[in-house]
C-alpha cells in the first residue's frame, strides 16, 4: 500500500560518504513504490560519531532512518539503546530506525550479500574461502557465508590483532568450519590455496580505483572473486579476475539488497515483491 501523504526522511552516515549511490537507490525506490521520500548523504567523522547518536534522540522530526557505512559499522552498535539479536551477533550495524519509541539497529549488509549471491548464480557451498578485511563489512559477510555452507574461512587484515578480534567474535558463533587468522604476507599461498575470494576492505573504492588489495599474480582462472565494492562497478580486484577469466561479482546487487532490506525495516513491511530490482540496477548504472 502506498502512503503517498507521508514524506519519509532518510540519510547515510559515514566518512567518507561522498561516494554513496544511496540517495539514487532510495529515489528509485521511492518511485516504484510510490513514497515521498528523502535522503542526504552526511559525513560524520570518528570523533563526532557519539554526539551524532546523542542528538538522534532529539532529532525524531528529522529523520525515519539512517544507514551506516564505512567506518562506523562497529562503533555504532554501543551508541544504540537497542539492536536487534542479529545485529549483536554481527556486531555491527549498518541500519538504524528513529521512532518516537527510541532508536534501534539492525544488519542489513549481511542479506544483501546473500541475495547478490543469488542475484550472480554464484555458490560458497563447499568452498575454501578468504576474506580480505575484518571491519563492519566482513562481519557481516561472515555471517552469510555461514548460512551458506563454505568449508574453510581464513581472515587476512593488515592489522592482524584486529583479524583475531573478528576470529573470537565468529568463534562463538557455533559454526562448523575452520576459521583460521594471517598477515598480509600470507596473502599469495592462501589466495593460490582457496577458491573464493572476497574483498570487505575500501580499497579499490572510488576515488582509488587504481589500487587493488591483492596483485593480480594471486588470481587464478578457477578463482570466484566478490567484491562488496560497487563504485566502480568493476574494481582492479574484478578486472585481474577477467583478465584470467576468473569468475567475477561486483557489489551492486548487495549494495541493492541491502537498500531494500533497510526500507522494509524502516516501513515496517515486505516491499521486496512490488520492485523492478532490473531496472534499479539500470538506473543506478547510467549513474556510474
Not at 561522498?18 to 513514497?35: D, I, K, T, V
Not at 552526511?42 to 528529522?62: R, S, T, V, W
Request: some cysteine; proline content about 3%; hydrophobic content about 40%.
Amino acid at each position: 500500500m502506498n502512503q503517498p501523504d507521508r514524506l519519509f526522511k532518510f540519510s547515510v552516515i559515514g566518512d567518507p560518504v561522498e561516494h554513496s549511490l544511496s540517495p539514487l537507490l532510495f529515489r528509485a525506490l521511492g518511485n516504484q513504490l510510490g513514497l515521498e521520500l528523502t535522503y542526504n548523504k552526511i559525513k560524520i567523522a570518528k570523533e563526532d560519531l557519539p554526539g551524532f547518536f546523542h542528538n538522534l534522540q532529539q532529532q525524531i522530526e528529522d529523520y525515519d532512518g539512517v544507514n551506516i557505512t564505512i567506518p562506523h559499522k562497529h562503533d555504532v552498535l554501543k551508541l544504540l539503546e537497542k539492536a536487534d539479536r542479529t545485529a549483536k551477533i554481527i556486531q555491527a550495524v549498518n541500519c538504524v530506525k528513529l521512532t518516537n519509541a527510541g532508536v534501534t539497529g539492525t544488519n542489513t549488509d549481511w542479506i544483501g550479500f546473500i541475495e547478490n549471491l543469488k542475484e550472480g548464480a554464484v555458490s560458497v557451498e563447499g568452498k575454501q574461502c578468504v576474506i580480505l578485511g575484518a571491519g563492519g563489512v566482513a562481519r557481516a559477510v561472515i555471517y552469510a557465508i555461514s548460512r551458506s555452507g563454505v568449508k574453510e574461512l581464513a581472515i587476512v587484515n593488515r592489522t592482524i590483532e584486529r583479524a583475531f578480534r573478528l576470529s573470537e567474535l565468529i568463534q562463538a558463533w557455533d559454526l562448523n568450519f575452520d576459521v583460521s587468522v594471517h598477515p598480509l604476507e600470507d596473502s599469495q599461498r592462501l589466495c593460490l590455496d582457496s577458491e573464493v575470494i572476497i574483498n570487505c576492505t575500501s580499497v579499490g573504492m572510488t576515488p582509488g580505483i587504481d589500487r587493488s588489495p591483492i596483485p593480480v599474480q594471486f588470481v587464478q582462472k578457477e578463482h570466484i572473486l566478490i567484491d562488496t565494492i560497487y563504485t566502480p562497478l568493476e574494481t582492479q580486484f574484478l578486472k585481474f579476475g577477467k583478465l584470467v577469466h576468473a569468475t567475477v561479482l561486483n557489489g551492486l546487487g548487495m549494495f541493492i539488497a541491502q537498500g531494500i532490506a533497510s526500507l522494509e525495516y524502516w516501513l515496517g513491511r515486505t516491499v521486496r515483491d512490488q520492485i523492478n530490482v532490473k531496472l534499479l540496477r539500470q538506473e543506478i548504472i547510467r549513474e556510474l
